[in-house]
Every structure is written in structure tokens, then in C-alpha cells.
Nanobody, 121 residues
């Protein structure tokens, strides 16, 4: 019913910037928020950032606060993740998600296929 497609990943040097995009095909019924998660090698998937439908609320993991910015353009059905001051520890596969958010991320209805972000030292 819904397909999320990420793009913008790649290889960058430490201190550089990268902008990820997530295009949603179809209606994300049952979801009140979009988010980004990541999975580093040998680790479980972790929460990165979330944004509500209007874009008036955002939330970030402590590890990315002050460096990453999540935003959305509903007219284009697209969510963005601007990543600045990238560090080698940011290296991971980044996943776009549509789900439910309240006091925290509750559950995910749809996942994107993931896009690789590699930060060299």
C-alpha cells in the first residue's frame, strides 16, 4: 500500500554534510509521524529523528542533536534529514519510517529499504 524510498546516501569525509530524502508513494494511513532510524554494523536499529504531519514538532536522539535536522514537504510527500558535522560513528544504513509517535516512537507501519551512509575519518 505504501512504499518509502530513501536517497542521498553516500561516502563523505568527517565534518562533511549529507542530505537524505524519503519519498512516500501512497497514503500513509494510520501514521501520524515520519522518522529516521539507523543501523550500524553489529548493532541494532536505533532511533534518529521524528517529525509530525504539520512539521511543528521534531525530536532527536541525543547523539545527533545540534547536528541533524529533520524536515518535510507534504506537497512533495517527502521527508528530509540534513546531516552536518558528520562523524565516523554516524556510519550506518539509514531507514525512513512512517509510524506513530506520542511520548516516544511507538511503532512503525512502513519501512524504507535503507540507504548507506559512510563517513571516513
Amino acid at each position: 500500500q505504501v512504499q518509502l524510498v530513501e536517497s542521498g546516501g553516500g561516502l563523505v569525509q568527517a565534518g562533511g554534510s549529507l542530505r537524505l530524502s524519503c519519498l512516500a508513494f501512497g497514503r500513509t494511513d494510520g501514521s501520524n509521524a515520519m522518522g529516521w532510524f539507523r543501523r550500524a554494523p553489529g548493532k541494532e536499529r536505533e532511533f534518529v529523528a521524528a517529525i509530525n504531519w504539520s512539521g511543528g514538532y521534531t525530536n532527536y536522539a541525543d547523539s545527533v542533536k545540534g547536528r541533524f535536522t529533520i524536515s518535510r514537504d507534504n506537497a512533495k510527500n517527502t521527508v528530509y534529514l540534513q546531516m552536518n558535522s558528520l562523524k565516523p560513528e554516524d556510519t550506518a544504513v539509514y531507514y525512513c519510517a512512517a509510524g506513530r509517535y506520542g511520548s516516544g516512537w511507538h511503532f512503525t507501519n512502513y519501512w524504507g529499504q535503507g540507504t548507506q551512509v559512510t563517513v571516513s575519518s
